[in-house]
């Protein structure tokens, strides 16, 4: 059973462009969180999404950010018009059910640098 | 809202005890989670608590006080691998996880 995959590993973009990152959780895993990690920072929660459906978006910066988990095919956290100080680390993790106490599973994460 | 506080670093021998704390305010609350971070990897999980109490993984076990909305993380019999992020996390209403701006533990010999 694979894990948690992102892709890209590392993504450059200059300020202005877009910024597209993949997530597909584990096999059976409904759930899927965004994070950010700055470098020597922690995470930072950005988005909760279930099938088809954003149930936390409170993490989210309100412009330039959205993010979705469609019925077919991996989430996608997408930056419009990147800035410098979206440069970090984007973590994607799943967990199997609703449940409380649910471990997450993490991905590799994307390193987005912005020149 | 929720908001976690950690200490920001902490130094131990390798072969000794270390302790990680972390207190918590937070709405809602369904239990607390530690997790590791190696740098440059992602964060793996270590434990979860849910009810008062100590927890035990091998050399690993975490702590739960809800009344004084307090855990800690203790590792023993200290390793150089164990040279990493650790991170406590809430999980509140909604589902939502909430994570601590981590300690870094750096094991010396």
């Known amino acids: 059973n694979a894990g948690v995959m992102q892709n890209p590993r590392h993504l450059v973009r200059r300020r202005g462009q877009e910024a597209r990152l993949r997530c597909s959780p584990m096999k059976g895993h409904s759930h899927v969180y965004w994070y950010r990690q700055l470098p020597e920072e922690g995470l930072k929660f950005m988005v909760y999404l279930q099938k088809e459906n954003i149930i936390d978006e409170s993490g989210m910066p309100k412009e330039r950010f959205s993010a979705e988990f469609p019925k077919e095919g991996p989430s996608i956290l997408r930056i419009q018009q990147v800035v410098r100080g979206d440069s970090a680390a984007y973590f994607c993790?799943?967990?199997?059910?609703?449940?409380?106490?649910?471990?997450?599973?993490f991905g590799p994460g994307t390193r987005l640098t912005v020149l | 809202g929720q908001s976690l506080e950690q200490p920001s670093e902490v130094t131990a021998v390798e072969g000794a005890i270390v302790q990680i704390n972390c207190t918590y305010q937070?709405?809602?609350?369904?239990?607390l989670s530690w997790y590791q971070q190696h740098d440059g990897g992602a964060p793996t999980f270590l434990s979860y608590?849910?009810?008062?109490g100590l927890e035990e993984t091998g050399r690993f076990s975490s702590f739960l006080s809800r009344s004084d909305s307090y855990g800690y993380l203790l590792l023993q019999e200290l390793q150089m691998k164990d040279s990493a992020s650790y991170f406590c996390a809430v999980k509140g209403g909604y589902q939502k996880v909430t994570f601590g701006t981590g300690t870094k533990l750096q094991v010396i010999p």
């Open positions: 993790a799943s967990s199997p059910t609703k449940g409380a106490g649910d471990e997450q599973f």
């Open positions: 937070t709405s809602g609350f369904y239990g």
């Open positions: 608590n849910a009810l008062d």
